[in-house]
């Protein structure tokens, strides 16, 4: 960020920027980092809900067949 904001002062020193052009350089950057960070928390996300049907299932499986094995004894 140090380096962002130097880079930005250098530039201002040498040609006339707007400080909306700087916003919008900042806000487009941000946009393109949260992106992929979005992503990677959809899929987590989705993973584990995934994970806790799959368990909810096995157990709900196991309690049929238990349930099954009483009757038959």
């Known amino acids: 960020m140090i380096a962002l904001v130097l880079f930005f002062a250098a530039a201002l020193a040498q040609v006339h920027i707007n400080a909306g052009d700087i916003i919008y350089q900042l806000l487009t950057f941000l946009l393109l980092l949260a992106i992929p960070f979005a992503l990677i928390l959809f899929f987590k996300r989705r993973n584990s809900r995934l994970n806790r049907i799959e368990e909810k299932l096995d ?10 094995n009483g009757d038959q004894i």
Request: zero cysteines; glycine letters at 0%.
């Open 59 to 68: 157990r709900l499986l196991e309690d049929k067949e238990k349930r099954n």
